[in-house]
């Protein structure tokens, strides 16, 4: 078995002992696969700040301001919620368009990955 993820590449034997390796350094990993970090990691960020201003634009918070303040601040973490479910699903896509496009090509030669259970959890 070998299988890789955004951040390490592993195999598991035929006695069951799985090796993994980290990518060692930001160059040196694909083109595609620094976009989609770079999406997901944007994603994460993005949502991260929406919750944040979420949290504090709340009714029941006492930080914020008064209610004009704290409704402009649940605006804007709802609508960084909606670029961050953005940012992630571009980021799915991408990865899917470069898996697919390899796994369909009859003239690629190298190892063929497929679609994978987190792939499809990460687009629900």
């Known amino acids: 078995w070998y299988?890789?993820?955004l951040w390490k590449a592993c195999f598991t034997?035929?006695?069951s002992v799985t090796n993994c390796q980290d990518f060692p350094v930001l160059w040196s990993v694909d083109n595609h696969i620094q976009i989609v970090r770079g999406l997901l990691m944007g994603a994460l960020s993005v949502g991260m700040l929406g919750f944040v201003l979420s949290l504090i634009?709340?009714?029941c918070t006492f930080l914020g301001g008064k209610d004009k303040a704290k409704y402009r601040k649940l605006f804007t973490g709802g609508v960084c919620h909606?670029?961050?479910g953005f940012l992630a699903a571009s980021g799915y896509a991408v990865?899917?368009?470069y898996v697919s496009g390899e796994y369909f090509n009859p003239y690629f030669d190298g190892l063929k990955f497929d679609l994978g259970t987190p792939l499809f959890l990460g687009w629900v």
């Open 13 to 15: 034997d035929s006695t």
């Open 95 to 97: 990865y899917a368009k």
């Open 82 to 84: 909606i670029i961050s």
């Open 57 to 59: 634009g709340m009714e």
């Open 3 to 5: 299988w890789s993820s």
